[in-house]
């Protein structure tokens, strides 16, 4: 059991010693009486320990289309793309995945919400670089009932697979939209999840059409259908729900669902701007952060997207004290764990040792008056300085140690995609 | 003179050399025939060169005023600000402009246009960092005539002193906003700028409420107002530009007035988020971008600028293609250098050595499909490894040389102003 003691760290507006042993948080004192031998030490000088950031929607893989046709609309973008993608073999999933890991590493990621294909060779990726990834196989069957069977042996069999993932690693079941799937595979998937125990990831109201579409086709809302269809419950965590009505928040908030606010890529993708926060939470809805994949919004750095998030909330609300910084945090890291079954995201004994050191000794903490505010506001995230995920150090001094041969991989997977 | 040479940088698709002599861009070649003797060789290797940022909106030594009361109402944050900057005296400002200037450098920054009091203290900061500073010198009343007399005569003063500034600071002459200084006084400094060949800062519709207060004062909105005043030209540089009618956009054209778009700024306080980017560049009127303060925006960072308000005209637009990566860098460059008639903003033989080399060697140029969008759209600031202005190298692999000084007045400062 390895142990790790944090000395001198700035917790809030204190300073501390921490204490990890095994996989989780085992001290949190002003001063450690005694310290275990042979631990690891970190000097916790000019740094602010804060809980690992809790990524709940992307496409990890993705990071390879990274500034693919930029400026181009929607339909013209995603005909682009999914030419990229058909072109994704196990190794670019591989790598790609690696790839985002070590960006989610180096901006302060320990746990990410992914929905994208190959699973286990994200997996592998996963398990080598010492985050935590939720992954969720995709049922996408374009309404075609005739393609279902082979969706449900591959989750059934992704899921016989996952037994023997890392603990990192869990299954998870991803409904790609309710304009996408059919609504008896939609019940399929509702009801595989409920009996293995797993979380349901799927797009909700990204874009105004698709609510459109849904009246038209349905008569009712995508979280209507959904009500109607009986597969809503605290297991599904919808990814962007962007358009919603009144009634879709107060069914959210019946049946438990979680929401998952994708700012950068509803604004990048120009699905809109006005994402509900506070009727979502007045209502008891819980609302964590994502990214989105690195197509739509280019980057998978959470401290990004909380500031986004939280100008647009101010900007669009008119209000300067929409979205405070304490919810923000609890958005980017709490919110997600407890959505995920995690116990993390946040500093307490008997977590889960899923926490981050930022750096503190330059100009966005100076002055340092709200140490939240400078890292969210004023600072980038090249402020994370190490990383610990399930008690082991993935990063420190900024080093992860595979970086080299992950950005050499991938540029050269990417050679074979666009240049072939 | 100096002689600096850039051996293999990539330029946009192309690996260039390029040459400075002196302050200025020499040579842009393929490859460079001969070297001159004793001249200081950066291996490009990696790296891609961009015209240095022109910030041009701040108040830099409010950088000391960083995170101060988050989350609160705009008139409660403004009375609390004032309370802080009336503490600020010579010293303050002259070490808040360092920290300013350090954070500028570091995020790429090369040329600025500040306003705010005692500028002979920012001056002094900026002439020893090494980047280039418009400084305005603020006319503000109140609409109290008998405090004219005295704001004239510092205006003249600094101007003399100006006349021995070295030649990267510049004087300017700022006018407050016209719901803060009188006609009378606005005109005089129009006047004094005109006769001397300076330029004017003001900021201009900001905020609904000023627009709807000048309409119930003067009958018209803001720049229909200083149109009236005679006061409009092509020296004016308006900050902010929110709430504008198709009229103002139309003045603004007709008498080539430059818009400075300060989009972390108008989101945080709450200002407006619906900048019209299309309509002004449509009607011809020049676009350039701010950070605007730190004590609004939290930060000095030209490329999350950037990135922000692409995102938020895509955003509110609803159109994935609005505010294209080009028009963005040449908002954030060249349209600013233009409005301060500085040789600069472009990478070009005979142009000012303005320019900052930018590590690509890390996951967010992984893959180098649109180098533009790697560095706006998926990197942070810390990729800006090198700034050279006026032919000077003032940041070399990420060194400032006085940055531990500077932190620790800049902390000591601080301290004095909050805890005293």
Redesign the interface.
Known sequence: MSTIYIKGVTLGKEIKDILIEGNKIAAIEDKLDSIPDNCRTIDGTSKAVFPGFVNMHTHSAM??????K?????QE?LQEIWKVEAKMDEEAIYWGTK?AC??MI?TGTTSFYDQYWMIDSAVKAVEEMGIRGWHACVALNLKDESRSQAIKEEIIAAYERSQKWNERCRMSVGVHAPYTVSDELIQWCSSFAREKGLTVHIHMSETEQENIDSQNLNGCSPFEHLERLGVLGPEVIAAHCVWLSENDINIMAKYGVTAVHNI?S?????S??RFLYNELRDKGVRVCLGTDG?GSS??L?MR?TMK?AA??Q?????????F??QELMQAATASGAEALGLDAGELAVGKLADLILVDT????F?????LV??FV??????CVDTVICNGEIVMENRVVPDEKE??EN??RI?NK??NN
Request: neutral net charge; glycine residues 4%; charged residues 25%.
């Open positions: 990071t390879l289309t990274r500034g693919y930029e400026d181009t609309s929607l973008w790839l070590l960006e180096k950068n509803n604004l990048k993708l120009a809109g701007s690195c280019n980057n750095d990004e986004t100008l647009l101010k900007g669009w609300r008119r209000d300067p004290s929409a405070k910084l000794d330059n100009y966005a100076v002055p340092q008056l709200d505010s400078n506001y004023s600072a980038n995230s090249s992950i950005l991938a540029r990417c995609l666009y």
